[in-house]
């Protein structure tokens, strides 16, 4: 194994769900704020699961997001 390669392969992956979550984060709350579901004061919790089945990866990452 390159560690090398692996960690440039890891990287690239988490840049993509990065990138993909922040946008699909920031749509849903906007939709929201136009609803009026949301007021904009919130703290919002998250999780978000990570998992590689092939290596027996299941870890659930939990956070706060705080719209104000």
Do not use: C, T, W, Y
Not at 3 to 25: A, P
Not at 38 to 66: R, T
Request: cysteine-free; overall charge negative; aromatic content about 2%.
């Amino acid at each position: 194994m390159d560690e090398e390669v692996l960690n440039i392969q890891v990287r690239k992956f988490l840049k993509k769900v990065g990138i993909q979550s922040q946008r699909e984060i920031e749509q849903a709350v906007k939709d929201h704020l136009k609803k009026g579901s949301l007021s904009g004061a919130e703290k919002l919790d998250a999780s978000m699961l990570l998992e590689v089945p092939e290596i027996g990866l299941k870890v659930s990452i939990e956070g706060k997001i705080e719209i104000e």
